[in-house]
């Protein structure tokens, strides 16, 4: 029996320590796993960080297209801030004729009632001024022509008469005035050029 007992008990020192030894590589092996789940982690935050490509691509398309609606949006609403400035341009020149109007119809009234002709051509002569003033305040001048050199950037002939070898090349009669609206020529000067 003591064998047996010897036995036995070698038997369960062996056990303990392969016991003891398994429980150490456990406790190796939970640590190595613990710090590869660390590594994992660290690996997938970081990961977090960087889109993938799908999602790279899905935010630059996102991107795109509101650059693109942004920019459709601006397109429409300066065509329509310029209609109605167009609009708006074409109301306020109206209505400073409309004055001129309003004093033309004075004029004929006047004329109806009245024989005294040098008084009805200062009138006259009142509304053309008036006219003249509203259309230099919207920056409308007229073209000189009358005895300038032709200049087919402002003149239009419509005519050539022979005339004296000083007016050869020259503007000798004024058909229909010409305008400039600020640098840019509104209506040409029609007129009769000396040859």
């Known amino acids: 029996m003591s064998k047996k ?26 640590d190595t796993m613990a710090e590869g789940a660390n590594v994992e982690s660290d ?11 799908d999602e790279q691509v ?24 310029k209609m109605e400035l167009v609009e708006s341009g074409g109301k306020d020149v109206l209505l400073s004729v409309l004055t001129v109007l309003d004093d033309m119809y004075r004029a004929v009234d006047a004329s109806e009632k009245s024989d005294d002709i040098n008084a009805l051509r ?13 259309l ?3 920056h409308v001048t007229p073209i000189e022509a009358l005895g300038v050199e032709f200049n087919p950037d402002y003149h239009e ?10 007016k050869q090349g020259k503007v000798i009669d004024v058909i ?3 305008f400039m609206l600020g640098d840019k020529v509104l209506r040409y000067a029609k007129v009769v050029v000396g040859e």
């Open 58 to 81: 899905a935010l630059w398309q996102d991107k795109y297209l509101r650059l693109q609606a942004e920019f459709d949006n601006y397109r429409k609403r300066t065509l329509r801030e």
């Open 43 to 53: 690996t997938m935050a970081e990961g977090d960080n960087m889109p993938s490509a």
């Open 5 to 30: 007992v010897k036995n036995q008990g070698v038997d369960e020192n062996v056990k303990a320590q392969a016991k003891e030894q398994s429980q150490q590589e456990n406790q190796a092996s939970a």
């Open 176 to 178: 229909q005035r010409g």
């Open 157 to 166: 002939a419509v005519a050539r008469f022979a005339a004296g070898e000083d």
């Open 122 to 134: 200062e009138g006259e002569r009142l509304v053309l001024h008036k006219f003249e003033d509203i």
């Open 136 to 138: 230099s305040q919207k």
